[in-house]
């Protein structure tokens, strides 16, 4: 794969910001720089305060480029799958060559066939991404580059979120002096890292445990089929225990960094020691059985809507069980106490590589892997997302029924109107729900 180079991925988390500089060359990535910031202007995954998450994302750029000795210019951003929706998608053209022979543009082409939809105004597409190409009837196609053919066609998926959410993540990026050489969807990057080859294949829920809110996702046959985002974190358990114990934030997160179980079995109540109470002088002493029992109750309350939102889905029914990874799943216990809830096997993934063995740095060094792993097709179908209305112009192409079908491929200066989508576009999302683990 000729990806050799310089790759920087960049979580803006709820919590804190993480860059990772890695080096890829000759298979191997190598990480050589870190940053990490604590977040402000962030809520919920959500940039709300363009201005102060651009300082953090400055100052957590600016650790790594100390750590690498380089200066960073480009980035892979995540976007957070709040309120993603995941579509189906399907475009075909003819060739284009007179030989028939089908190259890079035809693939573009198509690509830019399948990403023509009728999105509301409040939704934006994020990626696409192609499953398999069909020629002249034949499918399950990886690369068509180079077959003879007549017609070309693409079964893929198309991932949308708020426009919103993408704006606001882009401008603060922009903002810090950055630019964005790719967008990746979260649990796609984190997918790359936490997951084997076989359970992204046999089908294995992957539940990100972050400060501001919790992601489950589900990926089969190697692809993203559903995700679920409970807007409760790590943030909420330290609040819990703030509160309940009358201490400030900063006490209450020490507390559960250097104390805390998820599992209050494994927990004892001969272990004491003291916490500095709001408006008393003296210290009040707290058991670890007692302090893990707060964290539990909070834990026990995400763990519990998230099972209910993948009981609907049969997700537990796949044979790779349940993978844990974010911030909080640090904490001693977790994987007992996820077991013991959703009643499936549960694993905790880690980074193995020196620096980063810690779960909350899974999602930067996600990005990487996932932008280095990606091959020529895959970069050419996401290129069609770069193409706006002057680029493209549409000619029909029969389809086997009789029915013409437009076409998307590259024009000069001339500005043509897009083809309209299908009149019925909610029937192909139910059949595609309807075979959902199919």
Do not use: W
Request: glycine fraction near 8%; charge should be negative; charged fraction near 25%.
């Amino acid at each position: 794969m000729g990806n050799a180079g310089i790759y920087v991925g960049l979580d803006i988390g709820t919590t804190s910001i993480k860059v990772i500089v890695s080096e890829y060359v000759n298979g191997q990535l190598n990480v050589i720089g870190i940053g990490n910031e604590r977040s402000v202007g962030l809520n919920r995954g959500i940039v709300v305060d363009i201005d102060k998450a651009v300082v953090s994302v400055q100052k957590a750029i600016k650790q790594a480029e100390e750590k690498a000795n380089i200066q960073i210019n480009e980035v892979h951003v995540g976007i957070p799958a709040n309120l993603l929706q995941i579509i189906p998608c399907n475009g075909m053209i003819a060739v284009s060559d007179e030989s028939k022979e089908i190259t890079n543009e035809d693939v573009v082409n198509v690509a830019s066939a399948a990403l023509v939809q009728n999105l509301p105004p409040e939704r934006d597409i994020i990626d696409i991404i192609a499953d398999e190409f069909v020629v002249d009837g034949f499918d399950g196609i990886k690369d068509p580059r180079g077959m003879i053919g007549v017609r070309l066609e693409m079964h893929g998926s198309v991932y949308t979120g708020p426009k919103t959410i993408i704006h606001n993540l882009k401008k603060c990026v922009e903002n810090a002096g950055l630019t964005i050489r790719e967008t990746i969807v979260n649990p796609l990057a984190l997918a790359s890292v936490a997951m084997s080859d076989g359970e992204r294949d046999f089908g294995t829920v992957l539940i990100d445990l972050g400060g501001g809110q919790t992601t489950a996702s589900v990926i089969h046959d190697h692809k993203l089929k559903f995700t679920y985002v409970d807007q409760e974190g790590g943030d909420f358990v330290t609040k819990d225990i703030s509160v309940v114990l009358n201490t400030s934030v900063e006490n209450a997160e020490k507390l559960k960094r250097n104390y805390g179980f998820a599992n209050s079995d494994l927990a004892s109540e001969d272990d004491i020691f003291p916490v500095d109470v709001v408006g008393q002088s003296e210290p009040l002493n707290i058991s670890e059985k007692y302090l893990s029992e707060i964290i539990e109750a909070r834990i026990s309350q995400i763990l519990d809507k998230i099972k209910n939102a993948l009981d609907a889905t049969k997700a537990l029914d796949l044979p790779g069980g349940v993978i844990l990874t974010g911030g909080l799943a640090a904490l001693p216990g977790i994987s007992e106490l996820a077991s013991e809830i959703l009643q499936v096997q549960v694993k905790t993934y880690v980074p193995d590589q020196m620096g980063l063995r810690y779960p909350s740095f899974a999602q930067a060094l996600g990005l990487i892997n996932y932008a280095v792993r990606q091959d020529e097709v895959t970069l050419l179908v996401k290129s069609a997302m770069g193409l706006d209305g002057d680029q493209l112009s549409y000619s029909v192409v029969e389809m086997d029924n009789d029915k013409p079908k437009k076409q998307a491929v590259k024009g000069q200066a001339k500005k043509t109107k897009k083809p309209k989508t299908s009149k019925d576009p909610l029937k192909s999302v139910k059949n595609f729900f309807n075979e959902f683990f199919d």
